[in-house]
């Protein structure tokens, strides 16, 4: 079975940092890019970042450009989000996702999420 | 940038009901489109992707259609466990995925 479970949410001041986790299991971690989506309360769905499976190549939502990191260790089938200068709108839960192996294009859309954690910044 | 748009924003249906969503992007993304649905407090499922490509284990009464810049996503008979928000994402060029604002279908 399919798990990823998201870890290190919490209360962060304005400016300050957090590092959100992604443990996976149940599938080859080094086989598949990883998601990173996040949702503010009552909002709707936004896309932060692709990470392929190798790291070799790395996308970003203009939002996040600059101030968050998206990494990835495949011996320990984790994923992690480094978010620097937080401001008050990065609060959301933050999802990972596994991308859905085949697609059209050469990149793939989310397929199986995790329950997401929960980052606040306020002051 | 690309910017997608959901009609209607929400809805009220009751089951048994077809249901139609609309889903726009600003300009003409192939067929690299996909719709989720998401339940209060749940995380996203993924139903289509490749604008009527229906993902392993969800259910045939819901489908996709449309190219370029228009898309629609129906539920052919709405059942009880349906009631929920539904995304339409794009991913033309696979370095950025945009999610239309949702559209909420819930109980008449």
């Known amino acids: 079975e399919v798990q990823l479970l998201e870890s290190g949410g919490g209360l962060v001041k304005p400016g300050g940092s957090l590092r959100l986790s992604c443990g996976v299991s149940?599938?080859?971690?080094?086989?598949?890019?990883m998601h990173w989506v996040r949702q503010a309360p009552g909002k709707g769905l936004e896309w932060v970042s692709l990470?392929?499976?190798?790291?070799?190549?790395?996308y970003y939502a203009d939002s996040v450009k600059g101030r968050f990191t998206v990494s990835r260790d495949n011996a320990k089938n984790s994923l992690y989000l480094q978010m620097n200068s937080l401001r008050v709108d990065d609060t959301a839960v933050y999802y990972c996702?596994?991308?859905?192996?085949?697609?059209?294009?050469?990149?793939?859309?989310?397929?199986?999420w995790g329950q997401g954690t929960l980052v606040t910044v306020s002051s | 940038d690309i910017q997608m748009t959901q009609s209607p924003s929400s809805l009220s249906a009751s089951v048994g009901d077809r249901v139609t969503i609309t889903c726009q992007a600003s300009?003409?993304?192939?067929?690299?489109l996909n719709w989720y649905q998401q339940k209060p407090g749940k995380a996203p499922k993924l139903l289509i992707y490749?604008?009527?490509y229906l993902q392993p284990g969800v259910p045939s009464r819901f489908s996709g259609s449309g190219s370029g810049t228009e898309f629609t996503f129906t539920i052919s008979s709405l059942q009880p466990e349906d009631f929920a928000t539904y995304y339409c994402?794009?991913?033309?060029?696979?370095?950025?995925?945009?999610f239309g604002p949702g559209t909420k279908v819930d109980i008449k």
């Open positions: 994402q794009q991913y033309d060029n696979a370095r950025v995925f945009t």
């Open positions: 996702a596994r991308e859905r192996l085949t697609c059209g294009n050469i990149n793939c859309p989310p397929g199986d």
């Open positions: 990470v392929s499976s190798s790291s070799d190549y790395i």
């Open positions: 490749d604008a009527s």
């Open positions: 149940g599938f080859t971690f080094s086989s598949y890019g």
């Open positions: 300009q003409d993304i192939s067929n690299y």
